[in-house]
T-cell receptor, first 112, second 114 residues
Framework: GDSVTQMEGPVTLSEEAFLTINCTYTATGYPSLFWYVQYPGEGLQLLLKATKADDKGSNKGFEATYRKETTSFHLEKGSVQVSDSAVYFCALSLPRDDKIIFGKGTRLHILP | DSGVTQTPKHLITATGQRVTLRCSPRSGDLSVYWYQQSLDQGLQFLIQYYNGEERAKGNILERFSAQQFPDLHSELNLSSLELGDSALYFC?????????????FGPGTRLTVT
C-alpha cells in the first residue's frame, strides 16, 4: 500500500549545522508530497510542498525536491537555528484516496 | 494561529466513559479532518467530512464516530474508552474536498484515559 518512510530521530545538531532529513515514499500514481512541522505544544503546520516530479518546495530556508526516480523528498536546510527544534513529518496525498499519509515524524533538537 | 479551534484542550476521564471533542474549522473551509497522534502509532488519519458529509475514512475504531454540523463545526465522539485511547486528537480543515488543498491544524485535544 501507499506509505511514507522517514529517518528515525531524534536528530541532534549544533546551531548553523547543515540539516538533512530523509524521506522516501511508496505510492501508485502521482502523489503530492509535503513536509509538515510540529513545534512543541502546537498542531502541525505545512512547511512546504511539491505537486509533481522535479518540483522544489521551499520555505523559511528549508527545501525539498520531488525526486520521482528515487521516490524521495528529502528535507534540507543550510544553517539550522535553535528555533527549528520541532518534529518534522513527511507526507503524501493521492487525490483518489482523499487522505494524507504521514510518516512517523523525526524529532529535531538544535543545540546553541 | 491557524484559525482552527479545538475544545477542550485537555480531557481526563476513566475507562468505559464517553467523551466529545469539538472542532471549529477556519472561516470558509468546508473540509474537516480528524487525526489521532500517539507515541507508538504516530499520526493516524481517522475521518474526513466535507460540507456535512463523510468523505473519507481511515483507521477509525467502531467505538469512535464523528459528524459535521450545518455550521461546519465537527465533533468526534469516543465511547467505551480504553487506556490505549489516550492520545492527542487533532482536527484540521481545508478549503475543499481534495487532499491537494493545504490542511490547517488545530492545537489539539489531549485525552488521558485512566
Amino acid at each position: 500500500g501507499d506509505s511514507v518512510t522517514q529517518m528515525e530521530g531524534p536528530v541532534t545538531l549544533s546551531e548553523e549545522a547543515f540539516l538533512t532529513i530523509n524521506c522516501t515514499y511508496t505510492a501508485t500514481g502521482y502523489p503530492s508530497l509535503f513536509w509538515y512541522v510540529q513545534y512543541p505544544g502546537e498542531g502541525l503546520q505545512l512547511l512546504l510542498k511539491a505537486t509533481k516530479a522535479d518540483d522544489k518546495g521551499s520555505n523559511k530556508g528549508f527545501e525539498a525536491t520531488y525526486r520521482k526516480e528515487t521516490t524521495s523528498f528529502h528535507l534540507e536546510k543550510g544553517s539550522v537555528q535553535v528555533s527549528d527544534s520541532a518534529v518534522y513529518f513527511c507526507a503524501l496525498s493521492l487525490p483518489r484516496d482523499d487522505k494524507i499519509i504521514f510518516g512517523k515524524g523525526t524529532r529535531l533538537h538544535i543545540l546553541p | 494561529d491557524s484559525g482552527v479551534t479545538q475544545t477542550p484542550k485537555h480531557l481526563i476521564t476513566a475507562t468505559g466513559q464517553r467523551v466529545t471533542l469539538r472542532c471549529s474549522p477556519r472561516s470558509g473551509d468546508l473540509s474537516v479532518y480528524w487525526y489521532q497522534q500517539s507515541l507508538d502509532q504516530g499520526l493516524q488519519f481517522l475521518i474526513q467530512y466535507y460540507n456535512g458529509e463523510e468523505r473519507a475514512k481511515g483507521n477509525i475504531l467502531e467505538r469512535f464516530s464523528a459528524q459535521q454540523f450545518p455550521d461546519l463545526h465537527s465533533e468526534l465522539n469516543l465511547s467505551s474508552l480504553e487506556l490505549g485511547d489516550s492520545a492527542l486528537y487533532f482536527c484540521a480543515s481545508s478549503a475543499g474536498a481534495l487532499e491537494s488543498y493545504e490542511q490547517y491544524f488545530g492545537p489539539g485535544t489531549r485525552l488521558t484515559v485512566t
